[in-house]
Structure formats: C-alpha cells, structure tokens
C-alpha cells in the first residue's frame, strides 16, 4: 500500500474587509496598517449630542478649522499600529535602560564640573514638565481628533512624551545620586524661575487651545521643533564638551525618537497644507501667530546656557524650522 501526499493550494476567496476595499479598490492587498486605521471613526447613529459641546456631534470634524475632503489621508508615514509600535519601543526602551544602567552604576556623571551639573538640573530636569503638557495635548488631540490616523499616532505621541518625562526623571535622580530633593527643586524652577516662564505661559496656554490641528501645529510641529533641538543636540554638545560624553548615552532616546516624530509632524501638516488653499492660509497664521513666541522662550533658557553664543544657536534652530516650513509648502513671515 503506496500513500501519495499532494499539496493544494486554496485561494483566498477574500483578502481583507469590504470597508477596506471600498477605500483601495477590487483586488488591492492591503498593509496591517491600513486595516489598523481605515473605516473606524464612529460618523454616524450616535444617540445624542455632548452636553458639553451640543453644537456637534460626540465625534465630529468640525472641531478643527481644517477642512479636510477625508481625514484618513493625515497617514502616520512611520505605519506604526499597536504592534508596531509597541515592537519599536519595546526595543529602544532596552537600550535606553541598559544605558541608564552603565551610566548609573559606574557613576560616568560624578566627574562632570559643578557647572555642567548645575545647568543639566535647571535645564534638563525642569523640562519634565513641559514633556507632561506634552502628554496631555496629544491626548486631546487623540480624544478630539477626527478619523484613527491622526487620533491613534497621537496616543502613541501621548505615551512617547509619557516616557520622555520618566526619562528626566531619571537624569534628575542619577545626577543627584537618587536624592529626590532634585525633583523639587526642578518643579520650584519651573514654577518660579524667570528663564522658565516663557515656556510655562505656552504649555498653559496650549491647555486651553479648542482647535486639535492648532495644538498639532503648536506642539507637534513648534514646540518639539525648536526646544527638542535647543536640548538635546545642542545643550548636549556643550555638555558632551565639557567632559560629559556619558550625558549623551542619556539623551539617546530623545534624539532617535525626535527624528521619527518630526517625519510624522511634517507629512500630516503638508497633506492638510496641500488640500487647500483656505487650509494653507490657516495653518501659516498659526505658525506665524504662535513660532515668535515659541523662539522667545527658548531665547530665555539659551542665554542662560550659552551666554553670548544664545542668538546664534536661536538662529540656527529658527533656520532649520523655516526650512522645513518651507519643504512642506509654508510661508513663513519674515522677521
């Protein structure tokens, strides 16, 4: 008795959902990501309108300004869906860890100058706070965004600050040798000093900015975009000078995580921008109405770090954000 075994191949009599074919067309195979953000905004049978906000509905596009013909062009470039992105962290975060770990047991940061020291607690720690409003904006605008691209890229933005925040946390306490006297005393800088005001006035002021794609604009693209840079590439070069190389084994994760975010910030505002005409002129008077102030306050804590090199680092920053104002179709004012 002979036993044959033979394959057979069975054809997918589907590949992916109706609602999804309905947005690619017959025949189209879609990515994970795309079945992870297309055709799941609630539109429609909602059973009464927000107490709060009667005017709209629950979900509602109206909440910007931004007129969009379909919402679900604000594509995530990076394709991060839960599984991706918890992937890509999951992995960042055990090389960030493993960096705290060296730099913490082999006291790398103990040489550094008093000076070095003293500008890293009043710079770097205090900047917790701002990383928290961070936090919290993403949340609003992943609560009151409109279509699941641009409302689940900002969660993942929401816990991305989250995690930023822990990790000045944890320079605070390695630099004071786990003395969490150094937390308070960031709190009273960001509350009390002068050079931190600037700064405090736009979180509080984004807290209270009703149109998602403004604070978009404002957090995501001019915050990020001018006190990421003012930070942790270059304050870290001045610390990384000044005998503070294990400084940037701390600050790694900011400035892999600041390239990504960027190209996320830059492509949503460029399809928006490029939608319309009224949609460009909106977002040019929110960059032009909120970049000089963002520039002002990152012009206090400069000079306090860089002294008379401040204006000429500013200027740098300001260039490198025109420029990419410019390469997404945006006319900045001039100064």
Known sequence: MSIDIKTATIEAKRTTFDHIVEKLGEGKT?????????????????????????????????????????????????????????????????????????????????DLDAVMKEKISKVVVPFRHAEWGANNNNYYIAGYGFQTPITAAATFQGMDRLANAQYLTSIGLILSSNDPAILDQAKDEWLNTPMWQGLRKLVEDSFVTKDWFELHVLQNYLLDGVFQPL??????????????????????????????????????????????????????????KWQPTVIAAADQLAEFVFAERSKDIIQQIETELDARSKKIGIQVQEK
């Open 30 to 110: 879609p990515t994970r990501y795309q079945e992870a953000v297309f055709g799941h905004q609630a539109e429609e049978v909602f059973h009464y309108r927000p107490t709060w906000d009667s005017e709209r509905e629950l979900f509602d596009a109206r909440r910007t300004a931004i007129v969009m013909n379909d919402f679900e062009d604000l594509l995530d470039p990076r394709q991060y869906y839960y599984g991706t992105y918890v992937i890509q962290r999951s992995k960042q975060r055990e090389s960030q860890e493993k960096n705290f770990s060296v730099v913490e047991k082999r006291g790398l940061l103990e």
């Open 231 to 288: 930070l942790f590439k270059h304050f870290e070069n001045e610390v990384v000078k000044n005998g503070g190389a294990a400084f940037a084994m701390l600050t790694e994760f900011f400035v892999d995580w600041f390239v990504e975010s960027q190209r996320w910030a830059d492509s949503t505002i460029k399809v928006a921008v490029k939608e319309s005409d009224a949609n460009k002129a909106l977002v040019e008077s929110w960059i032009n």
